[in-house]
């Protein structure tokens, strides 16, 4: 193994470790721990349309901030297992299964999830969200 790969591994070790603590603070309803894995340049995209109340993209820590802030008041949590973790260079992707019920409806939200999160530094960069949407509106309207 040369130097090159160690460093790699190194990186790689670290995202993974990042970003596992991100989603347990996440698990936790715990927004300064969130906070404190987010880059300065962080930006978070998460599709769908506005009916949703916190599809957009947000750019900066204290935008991202308030993603994860109007997440965690506009549903409650009832599953959200990581079912996979896989690093290579500066991403990770997390794929798992979420369940969530929209307080404004008590409609359920059930669907799995691919989050493709991009570091540096060891911490988030970019975070996209991919999931069924439909749902989501569905549950939100």
């Keep these: 193994m040369n130097i090159s790969q160690k460093i790699g591994d ?3 070790e670290r995202n993974l470790a990042a970003t596992k603590k991100l989603f347990a603070a996440f698990g936790a309803k ?4 969130i906070v ?9 995209e998460f599709y769908g349309p506005p009916v949703i109340p916190y599809a957009g993209i947000y750019r900066g820590p204290e935008k991202c901030r308030g993603f994860f802030e109007r997440v965690l008041s506009s549903v409650e949590v009832c599953q959200f297992d990581a079912e996979e973790f896989i690093s290579e ?6 794929t798992g299964h979420l369940n969530l019920t929209a307080i404004a409806t008590g409609r359920t939200i059930d669907s799995d999830f691919v989050h493709v999160i991009t570091l540096k530094d060891g911490k988030w ?6 999931m069924n949407t439909a749902v989501a509106v569905a549950a939100f309207s």
Excluded at 89 to 94: I, L, M, S
């Design 10 to 12: 190194t990186e790689i």
């Design 30 to 33: 715990d927004i300064p721990g």
């Design 36 to 44: 404190k894995f987010l880059h300065p340049e962080i930006i978070i």
């Design 89 to 94: 260079r500066d991403k990770v992707v997390v």
């Design 125 to 130: 960069l970019r975070f996209r969200d991919f």
